[in-house]
């Protein structure tokens, strides 16, 4: 998964999915409609669209989940240090 996914892709799935009080992933995140990044994400079956109903708030998108498989992995790297989140600068890094 990490070899596929740029730099702006898992910069997304921290955006989106990271919950920086629990320091886990949650399997649903909101993505604006016009965020580009999601679309490689989609594709990779990292995420699906959870609703076909759009929210409304500080920005107009959906909502998105992670796939289970990925959601797993994403918060067991967390909880090994293979993946770092700074509290600044949102990074992924897999070592």
């Keep these: 998964m990490r070899?596929?996914?740029s730099k702006e892709e898992k910069d997304l799935l921290i955006e989106s999915f990271y919950?920086?009080?629990k320091k886990r992933f949650k399997s649903t995140g909101s993505i604006a409609i016009n965020d580009g990044?999601?679309?490689a994400l989609?594709?990779?079956g990292i995420i699906?669209?959870?609703a076909n109903r759009s929210k409304r708030g500080k920005t107009f998108g959906f909502d998105y989940n992670l796939q289970t498989y990925v959601l797993e992995m994403l918060n067991k790297n967390i909880e090994c240090g293979?993946?770092?989140v700074?509290?600044?600068i949102e990074r992924f890094e897999f070592k």
């Design 3 to 5: 070899k596929l996914m």
């Design 19 to 21: 919950d920086k009080e």
């Design 37 to 39: 990044r999601k679309a």
């Design 42 to 44: 989609i594709e990779y």
């Design 48 to 50: 699906y669209r959870a």
């Design 82 to 84: 293979n993946i770092l």
């Design 86 to 88: 700074a509290n600044k």
